[in-house]
């Protein structure tokens, strides 16, 4: 969770917060990017998912997860009975494209981190999904595995939160697949 002294004054209001990622150069990610990807869906939403940054597609248009891996998490949503514009919100562990799509470096996602932190004071949301080892580790603040860390019921902020693959690791790993399927079993019963 923030410490007060690790937040820098950003704006606390949806607009403001918004404006403040679209021209934020708190690290050198923002060189290379089209557009910040801020985040997307309902913004009271009981459920968030909190992915790793934006790929190319998402870099391109402007909102997360709209590229392979995001039709996916919109199928595991379905299955879920949420669609990511009426049920969820949906934001990543950093805002602007990582050359290449390399995973992003730590003090990249630690810059970045005040505005996820902001992102989830505003939207409130009743269980939070941490979708790989990325968005894990910012949210539990503290470097984890993805198997250490799922199948175990964690809290940010008194929030609770589940650790699960991210879809673009299960596009490569389908087995993983049932494992990503009893994760988000295991929220709809936190939700329950
Ligand atoms: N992968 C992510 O982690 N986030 C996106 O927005 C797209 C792909």
Redesign the pocket.
């Known amino acids: 969770n923030a410490l007060p002294s690790e937040r820098r004054r950003i704006p606390t209001d949806w607009d403001g917060l918004a404006a403040e990622v679209a021209g934020c150069s708190a690290c050198g990610l923002c060189k290379a990017r089209k557009q910040a990807?801020f985040g997307v869906g309902d913004r009271q939403a009981d459920w968030m998912f909190v992915?790793?940054?934006?790929?190319a597609?998402?870099d391109e248009r402007g909102?997360?997860?709209?590229?392979q891996?995001?039709k996916l998490l919109d199928a595991m949503l379905q299955a879920i009975g949420l669609k990511r514009d009426k049920d969820v919100y949906?934001a990543?562990?950093v805002k602007c494209r990582p050359p290449g799509n390399r995973t992003p470096e730590a003090e990249e996602i630690a810059a970045c981190r005040p505005y996820l932190v902001q992102q989830i004071e505003l939207v409130k949301p009743r269980v939070l999904i941490a979708?790989?080892r990325?968005?894990a580790q910012t949210l539990l603040g503290s470097e984890t595995s993805i198997a250490a860390a799922r199948g175990k019921l964690h809290h940010y902020a008194g929030i609770p939160l589940v650790v699960t693959y991210?879809?673009?690791y299960l596009l490569r790993n389908l087995p993983d697949k049932a494992k990503a399927w009893e994760d988000l079993c295991f929220a709809m019963d936190v939700m329950a």
């Open positions: 990807v992915g790793e940054g934006p790929g597609e998402e909102e997360p997860f709209v590229g891996a995001g949906i990543n562990a979708l790989g990325p968005a991210h879809p673009a």
